[in-house]
């Protein structure tokens, strides 16, 4: 059985990608570039001037903390394809914790989704969430949590990579590897290194910017992660005319169910991986996204979700676009994009 | 006079740069993607485990701040021309409170420095250094100081756009630009939005990350903007078998004089833009640079100090590779490491 499951894994992961060209072919742009997007401009007032040297060495200059700031705005960064195929262009929304970088390489050094749907010949605009990366953060006083920090261990033991609590170790070999999991491990420390801090109280933040996105960007297709489920979903109810599909990835959050029938001409792809049932809180999560899915269709829309080892694809970590598998999925979303109509 | 300076410069600006493609011609990539680099593990402990919801609708996790932490890694994102004429790797290095989006797209949408470079032929590795942007920054006590913030006013008065302090104003109409600017005052409120925090005492965690980069992939070419000019100077001092070129835009620190030997088989080139003897720092920042450039001549080095206005070449601010005639400077830097023999 355990062989069986082996062979079905393999064959899957030895499968050319229907579109995606080798990686040892050129990727020709037409063009790439960033800008930022959104945010507002606020004021602060009545603190003390501050005289700080930027750095040793350098020559003092007056920090007065006082006057009008520029937060919450949003970076993007942009590659456009010479031979576009795809109708539209796709933005990528990454999780909490983490920035754009999620479908970049691969901490293994793979090529990652962002390149692959460029190959696809996918307009592709990948961004930083409001409080994250390149986007920077607000001042003090500005939102009212503090930034929350990531151990080492726990992506490692609540993204389905080891077998939950306690399985993460500083030494690699007392590691508890989820059996047949196909998230790079031996990557793992670079990927820590993508985690960036987080706040828990920016969603309307968040939010704000990435309607500004579309607002600027769309029609287009969206692509999102975990926690940017509740901003996808979200984002498309408040802009529905604008978006042309979405593809939620393992959301953590969905949409509001009472605003399920904004999204009834938009066709949602849910993809989730392996090791659900024994995690302590992804069967709960999962459900909230197929509660979510029928809301939908109740409300005429169509949803479909891709469960994908009930499509022999066993291994799948929460970070699909980084698992060692990452061709087959991206290869089953581009494939549904297609049959759909948004591949030319 | 005026009329003869606008002549000269507009002769500058129409000069087509010898080496970068139109940018209409397509980028040919034979690669692209991004890795963390450098960085250290540290312990928490003794803290209180909290319960957070992440994100509005999410499944309550316990957050154990307790634990290992990764920090101090630096996010570089590279870009591989398919076909290379530069015969090292070219590494941007970002100035203070800014992030490798410097390089990228100008804050009025046209080519940065980073599309240039790679059009003309190098492989670039443009970093965001550690404290910002998608290196993130580290838990509360690893640092000494707080964040600092920039005002929205802070670098147009203080990277001569602007005619020094009270020059910058809400209202654009009453803004006191210094004349004939080339900085692209219309994308001075998107300039804003690429600033991010800085701390005041991350130098050497800054310079390890960065040599860490110098370790992975040098022998280079390192180009750097104003505060950076610390860490170029001093990183290439500590590996100067390893730097081929050094590229000084408007560096605000320079290296250690004492060790200035270390570089004397290391062409140097420093380039300053316009408006200095009128700033209220830049003179002493500019000797500062000047004085370090003895000290290398005296060692044996060469140096190449460029006054763009000696030129004929005025109207540039501080943020020389977004002002109107980036293409201009490029060009200059490019024929540069052409003459040392860096392009093949």
């Not at 990686?23 to 930022?36: A, D, K, N, T, Y």
């Not at 989820?178 to 793992?188: I, K």
């Amino acid at each position: 059985m355990l062989l069986i499951a082996g062979v079905i894994l393999s064959l899957a992961m030895l499968a050319p990608p229907a579109l995606a060209q080798g990686s040892q072919e050129p990727i020709v742009l037409r063009g790439m570039g960033s800008f930022h997007v959104g945010g507002r401009v606020v004021e602060i007032s009545g603190k003390p001037i501050k005289e700080v040297v930027l750095g040793a060495g350098g020559v003092p200059a007056k920090f007065d903390p006082n006057g009008q700031y520029q937060v919450e705005a949003m970076y993007v960064q942009y590659f456009l394809p010479k031979e576009r195929k795809g109708k539209y262009p796709l933005l990528m929304w990454h999780g909490g914790g983490l920035t754009g970088v999620t479908y970049e390489t691969t901490p293994d050094g793979r090529e990652g989704w962002l390149n692959m749907f460029v190959r696809n010949g996918w307009d592709v605009y990948n961004s930083d969430a409001v409080e994250r990366g390149r986007s920077g953060f607000a001042p003090p006083d500005m939102w009212k949590s503090e930034p929350s920090f990531l151990t080492k261990a726990n992506p490692f033991e609540r993204f389905r990579i080891g077998q939950g609590a306690g399985s993460w170790n500083a030494d690699p070999s007392k590691m508890k590897v989820l059996p047949g999991n196909l998230f790079p491990v031996e990557g793992y420390d670079n990927f820590v290194k993508q985690i960036v801090p987080r706040w828990i109280d920016t969603d309307d933040a968040i939010i704000a910017a990435y309607t500004a996105l579309v607002d600027k960007v769309c029609p287009c297709v969206i692509l999102f992660h975990s926690q940017a489920g509740g901003f996808g979903f979200k984002v498309a109810q408040a802009r529905p005319d604008k978006i042309k599909a979405l593809v939620a990835v393992e959301p953590a959050v969905a949409g509001d169910v009472a605003k399920a029938g904004a999204l009834k001409d938009i066709p949602v792809l849910i993809m989730y991986g392996d090791y659900i049932p024994q995690d302590s809180r992804w069967p709960k999560m999962r459900q909230l996204g197929l509660d979510y899915a029928e809301a939908l269709r109740a409300a005429g829309g169509k949803v479909d979700v891709v469960n994908l080892p009930e499509r022999g694809i066993t291994g799948n970590s929460h970070m699909l676009m980084m698992d060692k598998n990452n061709a087959v999925t991206a290869d089953i979303i581009q494939k549904w994009l297609a049959e759909k109509g948004f591949v030319e």
